[in-house]
């Protein structure tokens, strides 16, 4: 593999990677916020 195709691959391993960190985040953000207005 030459230079730019690592490059290439490697962005796209990051931009997967930061997608599925925040549909995590998000999905934990909606369960506190429904924890939340349950509790009140």
Same mark, same amino acid.
């Given at each position: $593999? =030459? !230079?730019?195709? *690592? $490059? !290439?691959? /490697? %962005?796209? $391993?990051? !931009? #997967? *990677?930061? %997608? +599925?960190? =925040? #549909? +995590? /985040? *998000?999905?934990?953000? +909606?369960? #506190?916020?429904?924890?939340?207005? %349950? +509790?009140?």
């Amino acid at each position: $593999m =030459n !230079f730019e195709v *690592s $490059m !290439f691959v /490697a %962005r796209v $391993m990051i !931009f #997967l *990677s930061c %997608r +599925q960190l =925040n #549909l +995590q /985040a *998000s999905y934990h953000l +909606q369960n #506190l916020g429904v924890k939340y207005t %349950r +509790q009140k």
